[in-house]
């Protein structure tokens, strides 16, 4: 499924499968994190306080990008105000995952960016991944310190609270936060048997570069 997407069936069908996806692959648990999706002029976002193995597909909420009430028989997540605050700066996104991977997590609780450790800091956009700052869950505060992280990034960690991967598509932002966990793990790993040796800047730079025409299309 490639953007733009619809308000279809199959659009919500893909926000709880992404989801149980997360649950599969240990990047989320319960109720935590949350997981939109742009859809013309409003966003599909996950429900509050639902676990994922009892969502369906009509649960998923539809909640204006211009403003105006959510729609749909659920609550829409409470962090929908920074997924919509993040449509709204970065027209290129159609997909936003938040989530609580232990290790990013982790990290996040240390206030610690993940520096150029790893050739892959370069898949979330730039020289490292930032720290965004703390604020209540839910709260107008905590939309801002989300989006300036994210103002030149495709990734960032969350202070005292998780992570959040943006995508071209849904696809792309499940694998940047899968990414994102196995790159926290690594580099906690690496601080725990010495001190990690950092790339260049030059050395990220050629990476940044050759993630421009990097996967499997040949008109990349």
């Known amino acids: 499924m490639t953007p733009p997407y619809?308000?279809?069936?199959?659009?919500?069908r893909a926000v709880v499968d992404a989801c149980l996806w997360m649950g599969a692959r240990g990047l989320n648990q319960g109720t935590s994190g949350n997981v939109s999706v742009r859809a013309g002029t409003a966003m599909l976002i996950t429900p509050s306080?639902?676990?994922?193995d009892a969502m369906d597909p009509e649960m998923v909420a539809r909640v204006p990008l211009a403003g105006g009430a959510a729609e749909?028989?659920?609550k829409p997540s409470s962090e929908w105000h920074f997924h919509r605050a993040l449509y709204r700066a970065r027209p290129g996104i159609h997909a936003v995952v938040h989530a609580h991977p232990a290790h990013?997590?982790?990290?996040?609780?240390?206030?610690?960016?993940i520096p150029a450790c790893h050739y892959m800091v370069a898949a979330f956009g730039g020289h490292d991944v930032p720290v965004a700052g703390y604020a209540l869950f839910g709260s107008e505060s905590l939309s801002s310190h989300v989006v300036a992280a994210l103002q030149d990034r495709q990734g960032c960690l969350m202070a005292?609270?998780?992570?959040t991967t943006t995508g071209e598509t849904l696809e792309r932002a499940l694998w940047r936060m899968e990414e994102l966990e196995v790159l926290?793990?690594?580099f906690i790993l690496a601080r725990q048997a010495g001190t990690p040796h950092?790339?260049?800047?030059e050395e990220i730079?050629?990476?940044?570069?050759?993630f421009e025409d990097y996967g499997p299309r040949r008109d990349r």
């Open 6 to 12: 619809s308000d279809a069936e199959t659009t919500r």
């Open 72 to 74: 749909g028989p659920c």
């Open 160 to 163: 005292n609270h998780g992570a």
């Open 184 to 186: 926290a793990r690594g």
């Open 104 to 113: 990013a997590t982790a990290l996040s609780m240390l206030r610690a960016p």
């Open 198 to 201: 950092l790339l260049s800047r």
């Open 49 to 52: 306080a639902i676990p994922y």
């Open 205 to 210: 730079d050629a990476t940044l570069a050759k």
